[in-house]
């Protein structure tokens, strides 16, 4: 480890810091229906969108409304996906000419996106017209971002509301998540993109012969507005199959930097937002600083593990660190510390191969997955999963100081710990499950790109990155009719299997009675919370996962000392 | 009536481990192997299931001739401590029952088979006990038991309590006022009294006792459900943690034995807390019980833990319920004599502890005067807590009142007397003392004032500051004046209080903290109290009040001391208290386990996972049955702890979570290493693996 190095990563965690204020106030502003910065320009047009649409967004929904709202325009955001994927050939925008997508390839291209998941089974560049990517992907990368934040934003307002049976409406809610938060955004800082030298065009790919003489196609086609919003919406998935390693993806130092802030600023941010409605900043802080510290050793562990290095390369009079798979532009610092933010998120994207890794920095972005991403997390995801968590620590804590427990003044009765031990349950069983299933089917294993322990994490991986709707790979793996379909159902089971719970949970906890807060009742933002907090996540979230973790990358690592390689 | 010389004469002094109670545990912990009662319990019954199927591996070892070395005894030990995980958490729920049961019995021999002289038309006739109804009339003479729960219509008598609440001293029951409530199976002891019967045979006072302290009646309270529910999730979880462990072991090429497989899933799911929740949740029934309070459900006691808001008579509970006359300060021109018969008079049919101290003070003034005999046909007016005057109406028209000085003024007003003025300063000077002024008037004119004094009960500051170590606020009722209150609540460290309390007040006070989300807990003993003891989340009614106010309240204080209630509540936060220390704890012992069991399953395909085995432990089976042996024992090692509680001091909230959070926590996760690896050394020098 560097100097520099770890400095990347305090610059990176200061700007952070600095950002989650102002935006959680701007959120928390957006959410409430007030006046923001931008009302005078957006507020015509949001009221126009409602108009069209006929939304009253003043009528809010029971929690179950909710919902029933975001599965109808899931379903069909789901179906259009699929539609346009399998006849993309006779659309418009596709001067590569790319051939419509099979059957289950477009089914799982349609959940992965739909799921903010963007796994991805197939090279952007070699499939995807410029169409299905602006229309179909795009749009995608948007209302997916969108749903999840709307979601959070319902899952804030259940739990810090008294009383009352409404969480919000899904259509406002979803309206002014695109219009106030995702669209300025992206335009703005895709424009900065675009001045760092990413193409936003609609050419065919230029062919060049290199210095070396060798022919090659540079991709390229509306790539900025693409890159904006995998991050800033915690997507990930890539215009082209390099993903943020690409140059025409991730020009530089500061892009980097860029990319690495949006991934976290919304997920940051709704920790300040959660604290403004719940009218106690301390509540906000707690979870940030929770997150904080899961953060902060996910980044050391993987860094320590990769600026170490490899024993078996250093034998070799190679010294220095692991620089396998990785952009040495970026080097072992801004490598660990960009895939440890995307594994931390739902994004999914990398700038580097985590197939190459060393098996326990390796463990990390696996681990990150485990822990159920709410090391900040996707969009919204992060927040509510994160929520799910304070409702069993609290549950325990509660019992522990011989009270029945309370969150914010809510009881935290049966019905409470049933949603929220069913939403944890979704984790372990859409990826031990699928992962048990395929590890012993040939038509899956003979997907794997190594076998033995290597071949064992892969196929882990993969499972617990689609469950998570992460979206990133292990590398290694291809897809095939078996994959795609399985991979596929898992994303939605991940994604709304969670949802439902946690929603309903909400809803129950905004129709309780706040009791009134005494000595005899604990903060839930003492230092102590915080700490019993993170061992629940370690001991319920991730500690399940140690049998499966043991048989990857646990051994490999231990082979790796003793000499062997995969 | 509450005497501290309590003599005990019922099995509850036993200790918890009596060995009568531990030998019927015992033989409990083998019949309440039958599944169908192990379901009740999610987390054992998976235990049980685990146990039974390792069995049949056994047997199919033994039956195949298994070659495997030592296979065949790793197998059997496997089963045999699995079997004895489940017979362990048996033994902790029966020895929790074991004091409830054995009251149970004693009771039931107290309701043998009464006869009873049932009232028909003005005739007793001879019934059984068992043919007596709501409504009916029974009358009982000296010596005779009492056939049924009821309210004392007609005489008085002294009635030994003793086979209901352990209290040897006889107690007093009489018609109408707040001491009227007969328990069935109590036995009169001098005088006769006219019983109403209240209850229908099975629904008495006796049987709701029966079924309570043997817990026949037992059902799962809220929290318990709710830790049920999580530990059931974790279970789930964990099942599939280790049955996918199967592929992923093939996978590896090391196959897992489905022994081995089993260990670790028991080893996993949280058999310590499953194992000793329902004896936590019937020990914390039964320490209620051992204080002499009768819970009618485990929610109250629960309940009781989450109060925040403490109601108090004053009466009896922070003073001495005796009040005593000291002084009779006179207004301008009365003359002592005329105002000390006037007393004497008014409080001669008062048989509260404050009325004879008032004719015992103004006993030597009437004797002097020579009128000690009150003139005839007047009628005594009691006391009400409307009207907050007692008094006597004189056959020639003439009326006394003594009573709540705003109260006689007001009374003397509607006789066109203006009073309002009269002995203004010394009646604030007694209320400012913490007295309780008493104004005393014949017809227009007051006479004087009566200065009684308040003795406040010791120790009650102390108690006070600890409920407020706790969050809870004390509030004091009293029907006193404002000033009064304010006095005494000052001395004796009440949080606030409520003066000139009326039933309405008191009601409206009980819904006002609740809808500022507060739960409130209050005792109560009159029939005036019961609407309020319904109200509140807590109501412990004394076992001397009426029988309305018993009904009313969810416990009753066989003791009649509304202190009690202090103790209630902290017995509430310990149970709460104990489950989540226990929950903690157990969670936290997974780690350890994964590193005894995890290395010991994989070590033959990766030698290299032998660095994960950081116990050293000897061999892959002793550290797999060290394991498993550990998580068995240690559900006896805290057997005590779970029918005890943990430790319980009143403080805040943070502080209470921090030390359990240290000591069940991080204990969590360090006695396991140490526990396991003793095992394993132990095992190792017996050669057993």
């Known amino acids: 480890m560097t100097v520099s190095g770890w400095l990347q990563a305090v610059i990176y965690f200061a700007l952070l810091c600095a950002l989650t204020k102002p935006l959680g106030i701007y959120l928390a502003r957006v959410f409430s229906g007030e006046r923001t910065i931008l009302s005078p320009v957006l507020a015509p047009v949001e009221g126009l969108v409602y108009r069209v649409c006929r939304i009253d967004p003043k009528r809010e929904m029971t929690a179950v409304s909710y919902l029933f709202a975001l599965f109808a325009f899931s379903a069909v955001g789901l179906v259009w996906l699929y539609v346009l994927l399998r006849t993309q050939k006779f659309l418009p925008l596709n001067p590569q000419g790319f051939d419509n997508l099979t059957p289950d390839g477009a089914w799982n291209a349609a959940a992965s996106f739909l799921t903010n998941t963007n796994w991805q089974f197939y090279s952007g560049e070699s499939t995807m017209s410029y169409f299905s990517q602006m229309a179909g992907l795009a749009w995608h990368n948007f209302v997916s971002a969108g749903a999840g934040l709307a979601v959070a934003i319902a899952v804030i307002r259940g739990v810090t509301r008294t009383d009352v049976k409404a969480v919000g409406n899904f259509w406002a809610d979803m309206t002014r998540s695109l219009l106030y938060v995702l669209l300025p955004v992206s335009i703005v800082i895709g424009l900065v993109l675009v001045a760092q030298g990413i193409p936003q065009n609609f050419h065919e790919y230029t062919s060049v012969t290199s210095i070396d003489g060798m022919k090659q196609a540079i991709t390229q086609g509306p790539m900025a507005s693409q890159e904006v919003i995998k991050e800033f919406g915690t997507n990930g998935g890539g215009f082209v199959n390099a993903n943020s390693a690409s140059p025409n993806e991730n020009p530089n130092g500061f892009t980097n930097l860029l990319e690495m802030l949006m991934m976290f600023a919304v997920s940051a941010a709704l920790t300040y937002t959660y604290g403004r409605f719940a009218k106690d900043q301390r509540q906000g802080w707690a979870l940030f600083a929770t997150m904080s510290v899961l953060f902060i050793a996910g980044f050391a562990g993987s860094y320590a593990a990769e600026a170490a290095g490899n024993p078996i390369v250093h034998q070799l009079g190679v010294s220095g660190p692991n620089l396998e798979g990785k952009e040495v532009r970026f080097g072992a610092a801004a490598s660990t510390l960009f895939g440890t933010i995307s594994t931390d998120t739902s994004t999914g994207a990398v700038n580097s191969t985590h197939d190459s890794w060393t098996p326990l920095g390796g463990l990390v972005p696996l681990v990150n997955m485990q822990l159920g991403e709410i090391v900040f997390g996707g969009i919204g995801t992060g927040l509510y999963g994160m929520i799910v968590f304070v409702v069993l620590t609290v549950f325990i804590a509660g019992l522990m100081v011989g009270r029945t427990p309370e969150l914010l003044g809510k009881k935290i009765e049966r019905r409470e710990v049933q949603l929220a031990i069913l939403a944890i349950l979704v984790l372990p069983a859409f990826c031990l499950i699928p992962t048990a299933i395929s590890i012993l089917l040939p038509v899956a294993t003979a997907q794997l790109g190594n076998n033995g322990a290597h071949g064992f994490s892969e196929m882990l991986y993969m499972f617990t990155s689609v469950t998570e709707n992460n979206g990133s790979a292990f590398g290694g793996v291809s897809g095939n009719t078996y994959l795609n379909v399985v991979t596929g159902i898992v994303m939605l089971c991940g994604r709304y299997l969670f949802i439902v719970p946690a929603v309903i949970l909400a809803g129950s906890l905004a129709g309780k009675r706040s009791v009134a807060e005494t000595v005899g009742t604990f903060t839930t933002y003492s230092p102590i919370f915080v700490a019993l907090l993170l061992g629940v996540i370690i001991i319920v979230g991730a500690l399940t996962f140690v049998p499966a973790d043991a048989l990857g990358p646990i051994v490999e690592h231990l082979q790796m000392l003793q000499g062997k390689q995969f | ?689």
Request: some cysteine; charged content about 20%.
């Open chain 2, 1 to 689: 009536m509450i005497t501290s010389r309590r003599i005990d004469r019922r099995p509850q002094a036993r200790s918890l481990f009596d060995r009568a109670i531990v030998t019927r545990a015992v033989a409990d912990s083998f019949t309440k192997l039958d599944p169908r009662w192990q379901a009740r319990n999610p987390v054992m019954f998976v235990v049980e299931v685990s146990a039974l199927v390792t069995s049949l591996f056994f047997v199919r070892d033994v039956i195949v001739h298994n070659q495997t070395p030592g296979i065949t005894g790793f197998d059997l030990a496997i089963a045999l401590w699995l079997w004895f995980t489940v017979i362990f958490a048996n033994f902790a729920e029966a020895v929790a029952e074991g004091r409830g049961k054995a009251q149970a019995d004693f009771l039931r021999r107290t309701k043998t088979d009464t006869q009873a002289r049932k009232m028909v038309g003005g005739n007793a006739v001879m019934v059984n006990a068992n043919e007596l109804r709501k409504g009916d009339l029974i009358r009982v003479e000296p010596n005779e038991l009492i056939a049924g729960d009821g309210d004392v219509v007609e005489g008085a008598a002294s009635v030994d309590e003793s086979a209901i609440t352990g209290e040897s001293a006889p107690v007093i029951r009489e018609s109408g006022g707040d001491r009227s409530a007969v328990t069935g199976g109590t036995r009169v002891l001098s005088d006769y009294i006219v019983v109403k019967i209240s209850s229908n045979p099975g629904e008495s006072f006796l049987d709701r006792m029966i079924s309570l302290v043997e817990g026949a009646s037992r059902q799962k309270t809220p929290n318990e459900i709710a830790l049920s529910i999580l530990l059931s999730g974790l279970t789930i979880i964990f099942v599939i943690a280790v049955v996918t462990l199967g592929p992923f072991s093939i996978y590896a090429g090391t196959v897992q034995s489905v022994t081995v497989l089993i260990a670790l899933l028991v080893c996993l799911i949280p058999t310590t807390i499953g194992g000793l929740l329902s004896a936590i949740g019937i020990a914390g029934m039964d320490r209620v019980l051992q204080r002499n309070v009768l819970a009618m459900s485990g929610r109250a006691v629960e309940a009781a833990g989450d109060v925040d808001t403490l109601l108090l008579d004053k009466t009896g509970t922070i003073t001495l319920g005796n009040r005593q006359a000291s002084e009779i300060i006179l207004a301008d021109g009365v003359a002592r004599r005329d105002a000390s018969v006037a007393a004497y008079y008014s409080s001669l049919a008062d048989e509260t502890p404050e009325g004879r101290s008032i004719v015992a003070l103004a006993e030597q003034d009437v004797a002097a005067s020579g009128n000690g005999k009150p003139p005839a046909g007047g009628t005594f007016v009691p006391f009400s807590a409307y009207t907050r005057m007692s008094g006597l109406d004189l056959a020639g028209g003439s009326s006394i009142r003594k009573g709540a000085p705003d109260a006689v003024r007001a009374w003397v007003r509607e006789r066109g007397g203006d009073g309002a003025s009269v002995l203004a300063s010394d009646v604030e000077r007694i209320a400012r003392a913490g007295g309780t002024p008493l104004l005393l008037a014949q017809d227009k004119r007051i006479l004087g004032a009566i200065y009684l004094k308040d003795v406040l009960k010791p120790n009650m500051k102390e108690r006070f500051d600890r409920l407020r170590a706790m969050g809870i606020r004390t509030i004091m009722i009293t029907g006193d004046n404002p000033l009064t209150a304010s006095a005494i609540a000052r001395e004796a460290g009440v949080d606030d209080f409520l003066a000139e309390a009326t039933p309405e007040t008191k009601m409206g006070l009980i819904k006002r903290e609740q809808s500022s989300g507060r739960l409130v807990a209050m005792t109560g003993d009159g029939t005036n109290d019961a609407p309020a003891l319904a109200q509140a989340d807590v109501g412990v009614a004394m076992n001397s009040g009426t029988q309305a106010a018993k009904e009313a309240a969810n416990m009753v204080d066989l003791d009649s001391d509304p202190t009690k209630l202090i103790e209630v509540v902290e017995i509430g936060k310990q149970l709460l208290m104990t489950r989540g220390a226990l929950t903690t704890f157990s969670i936290a012992n997974d780690v350890a386990k994964y590193f005894a069991i995890l290395p010991a399953m994989f070590v033959t395909t990766y030698p290299a996972m032998q660095a994960l085995n950081v116990m050293r432990l000897a061999t892959p089976q002793s550290a797999i049955l060290s394991a498993v042996i550990f998580n068995a024992l240690i559900i006896i090692a805290l057997i005590p702890l779970a029918l005890r509680g943990v430790a319980y001091r009143p403080r805040g909230a943070n502080a209470v979570l921090r030390d359990n959070v240290l000591i069940y926590g991080l204990g969590g996760i360090v006695v396991p290493f140490v526990g396991i690896k003793i095992i394993d050394l132990i095992l190792s020098a017996l050669r057993l693996t």
